[in-house]
Nanobody, 126 residues
Framework: QVQLVESGGGLVQAGGSLRVSCAASGGTFSTYAMGWFRQRPGLEREFVAASSASAVSTAYRESVKGRFTISRDNAKNTVYLQMNSLRPEDTAVYYC???????????????????WGRGTEVTVSS
């Protein structure tokens, strides 16, 4: 029903910047809360950032606060994650996710999201 496709991953040097994107199709994007998660091999998937449908509310994991910014363009059915001051520990596959059922607040746990993209790989060299 809902398809999410990430893009924009790549190799960057520590201290550099990168913006990953997630294009959504199907359903009504403007009503979905959207989130970003990341995962490294052998490690658990962890929350990175999320945005309410209106983008009025956002949430970030502590380690990315002040460095990452989630934004969305509902007209383009796209959510972005701008990553600045990248660190080697930011290296991971980044996934976007959608919560299609209206709820209060901003979701931050994997189980709260209904649809997932396949991910885009971000590598930060040390």
């Amino acid at each position: 029903q809902v398809q999410l496709v990430e893009s924009g991953g790549g190799l960057v040097q520590a201290g550099g910047s990168l913006r990953v994107s997630c294009a959504a199709s199907g359903g009504t994007f403007s009503t979905y809360a959207m989130g970003w998660f990341r995962q490294r091999p052998g490690l658990e998937r962890e929350f990175v950032a999320a945005s309410s449908a209106s983008a009025v509310s956002t949430a970030y994991r502590e380690s990315v606060k002040g460095r990452f910014t989630i934004s969305r363009d509902n007209a383009k059915n796209t959510v972005y994650l701008q990553m600045n001051s990248l660190r080697p520990e930011d290296t991971a596959v980044y996934y976007c996710a959608a919560r299609t059922t209206p709820r209060l607040g901003v979701p931050s746990f994997p189980y709260e999201f209904d649809y997932w993209g396949r991910g885009t790989e971000v590598t930060v060299s040390s």
